[in-house]
T-cell receptor, first 110, second 114 residues
Framework: KQEVTQIPAALSVPEGENLVLNCSFT??????LQWFRQDPGKGLTSLLL?????REQTSGRLNASLDKSSGRSTLYIAASQPGDSATYLC?????????FGKGNQVVVIP | DTAVSQTPKYLVTQMGNDKSIKCEQN?????MYWYKQDSKKFLKIMFS???????INETVPNRFSPKSPDKAHLNLHINSLELGDSAVYFC?????????????FGPGTRLLVL
């Protein structure tokens, strides 16, 4: 059974700093690794999807890396802004289902 | 236009009642999902349908019965509601099974059982 862990559970950073969010998963047999953003009281918004054959994906200030063999993914957010405050969820896709971590709750302080 | 929509947004009901949550997607996807997010914000898959056929059923009590009348709709009916059913229920859709495409989530239905 796939287990996904996200560290740290919560963090606060001053505006302008780079954010580093870590995700680990126990079963390396995955199709892809996805990062989502969830705002309070809202649904999930897809940020990045890294296929199992890829090492990283980039979108604007966001960059996600994937090391399948060691069961790790990292989400980097450059030059954080107050609007980046949210919960970031990592999900490992294998066996036709997404297994989610509990999220990294991020607060960017103006 | 909302890609994945759910109704109702909020649902407050008494223990023992039966309730339904509806989900519709206008993305033309062939796969739809139901997830449950508990009070600790942990998100877990419940069901998945591909072209109206059930493909995932994750050890969910049989009080929960999904129904897919067509590819664009996946409804969730819950019988004999219990306190522990209180959670946020998310519907999602994707184009290809196995999640090789990203999943698109609805806004969630907040269920409170009293």
């Amino acid at each position: 059974k796939q287990e996904v862990t996200q560290i740290p559970a919560a963090l606060s950073v001053p505006e302008g700093e780079n954010l580093v969010l870590n995700c680990s998963f126990t079963d390396s047999a995955i199709y892809n690794l996805q990062w989502f953003r969830q705002d309070p009281g809202k649904g999930l918004t897809s940020l990045l999807l890294i296929q199992s054959s890829q090492r990283e994906q980039t979108s604007g200030r966001l960059n996600a890396s994937l090391d399948k063999s060691s069961g790790r993914s990292t989400l980097y957010i450059a030059a954080s802004q107050p609007g980046d405050s949210a919960t970031y969820l990592c999900a490992a896709d294998g066996n036709n289902r997404l297994a989610f971590g509990k999220g990294n709750q991020v607060v960017v302080i103006p | 236009d909302t890609a994945v929509s759910q109704t109702p947004k909020y649902l407050v009901t008494q223990m023992g009642n039966d309730k339904s949550i509806k989900c519709e997607q206008n993305l033309g996807h062939d796969t739809m999902y139901w997830y449950k997010q508990d009070s600790k914000k942990f998100l877990k898959i419940m069901f998945s349908y591909n072209n109206k056929e059930l493909i995932i059923n994750e050890t969910v009590p049989n009080r929960f019965s999904p129904k897919s009348p067509d590819k664009a709709h996946l409804n969730l009916h819950i019988n004999s509601l219990e306190l522990g059913d209180s959670a946020v229920y998310f519907c999602a859709s994707s184009q290809v099974t196995g999640g090789q495409e990203t999943q698109y989530f609805g806004p969630g239905t907040r269920l409170l059982v009293l």
